[in-house]
């Protein structure tokens, strides 16, 4: 997908929501259990329910590689249920030597056909590189990302910057705006004024809103660009607000909620 | 596999090599892909040849995900076809936030058995801490990769140190040299020195000696501590050492030419 067809998505639906598929089989409803493939099932009906309300959805690889070949299957049919009019993520926080990052690259945007992935920016550039040599592919760079740990590295000085910032600029680089977003933490709300300084034209796909606690009001006010510039993924507050047979209903409520409020802050 | 299990089939094979299945499809010898699974043909009749000159084996996840679901069957199948003498790890340089990485844990502690996965530290504490709660098993590190792209962020300066020598420092106080190692590449041969001064007691895995040009004798003089404390991955230059029927063969002559060199080295 390209830049434009998502900005044209986020208009249209006035949302710039990406609901993630965590789908941890030990949380989803139980009458699904008994079905051939309860993972799939559970993902096809929520992205019936809330297709309306978003322009994205982002798949946590490591949930479907927690369920073997089985849950390898489940991503896949997944991957290809997702109607064309949504952006698709593989937050799979990849990234190695040259020609195993080839690798990857195949895995997802081939053999999966993904229109993004998360790579890990640790090993540098041509760990990077073999994601962006994809036509119409989106690599997702991690910067500075939502959890405690992030004060470990991305959060320490290096020179007159911070690790995530050099991160930041020295990645944006090797792509350009048209192929390259950053994962941005939504519990780092203090740093999204100084984040949209360094890079004004990015994407930013921001997780932690929800379950994690983060402020949509709040990052959207900071963070949004006149081309929005900013896809928020709730996974579980969405996916697994209803517990019971009526699971896809209550993520629709939640989901909708969500693109009420996002409506009203699109410029 | 405990250290002290480890420490002792280094001793009784006199090696300390590290067979790494990196087994790209399309570089495997032609006659095995009539087979219903080539890649696990060639797998096993590598590990059939080459077993008695190696400790362990290192399976590259990312030329199992390129082939789909055919790629994650010949990955089960090969992790479950080495031996339990062989100390196997995932390299799948994994790491995502606390909830995410357990299900990465459980994806190749426990569905596919592996002894150990290498992980990415970008994320920092909480995206390590749940594969060291495992029992027995290890978590291996990026610190200093073999790749040019190192030197964008592993290198540079953070406060008195190198990014990567703060990696080693602090991910070292959250696990011990009984279940935690670190990737150290064979083409940073000058540091060396300086990293077995930072770390005197835990393994290295150490990948870079072979196709990417490290010196086997440089680093085992510089590396090795009482325990022997490396393990040294050499992939394409023993998997791919002969392209046609006698490729095992091939491969076996260029393990046990390492495992020569190495019966030398070990104190």
Known sequence: MTRKALIEQIHLKKS???????????????????LPDPVFEFNKQVIDATRDYC???KINTAFYESQGIKGWEAMEKTVNYIPPTHFTIADAKRGDIGNTSSQYAKAFFEVLNFDAITVAPYMGEDSVRPFLEYQNKWTIVLGLTSNPGARDFELQQTGTERVYEKVLRTVSGWGSPENLMFVIGATQADEFTNIRNILPHHFFLVPGVGSQGGSLKDISDKAMNNDCGILINVSRAIIFAGKKEDFATEAKAIAAQYQREMSAYIK
């Open 55 to 57: 322009v994205s959805y």
């Open 16 to 34: 710039y929501l990406c609901v993630g598929l965590d789908t941890d089989i030990t949380k989803i409803p139980k009458h699904l259990l008994s």
